[in-house]
């Protein structure tokens, strides 16, 4: 079982950059591929990117490709989402999540933060 906090949401101005952090208990941490995802009031929850548990894999949603990079560090059993270029659609709520299998669908994360706000004004 992992537990994940995330932080580091707040209000940026369209174009501007921020960067969310995820920090994890336990001491499996290294075991988990971790993934980051969002939500607008009243739409679905919807995958962002992911990474594998070395770090040395990553994947994105078309929508945040070449913007947006995750990335982790096992010895401080924190994830990491930096967004560059921010865009008003961005805004949500950020959760990262840790899945059972590496390329999971959304039912397959098992364990959720309780999400971060950013809101990117125009």
């Known amino acids: 079982q992992v537990q994940l906090l995330e932080s580091g949401g707040g209000l940026v101005q369209a174009g501007g950059s921020l960067r969310l952090s995820c920090a994890a208990s336990g001491r499996t941490f290294n075991e988990y591929n971790m993934g980051w995802f969002r939500q607008v009031p009243g739409k679905e929850r919807e995958f962002v990117a992911a990474?594998?548990?070395?770090?040395?894999?990553?994947y994105y949603a078309d929508s945040v490709k070449g913007r947006f990079t995750i990335s982790r560090d096992n010895a401080k059993n924190t994830v990491y989402l930096q967004m560059n270029s921010l865009k008003p659609e961005d805004t949500a709520v950020y959760y990262c999540a840790a899945p059972k299998f590496w390329r999971s669908t959304i039912s397959g994360y098992l364990f959720w933060g309780q999400g971060t706000q950013l809101t990117v004004s125009s």
């Open positions: 990474i594998n548990s070395s770090g040395t894999s990553t």
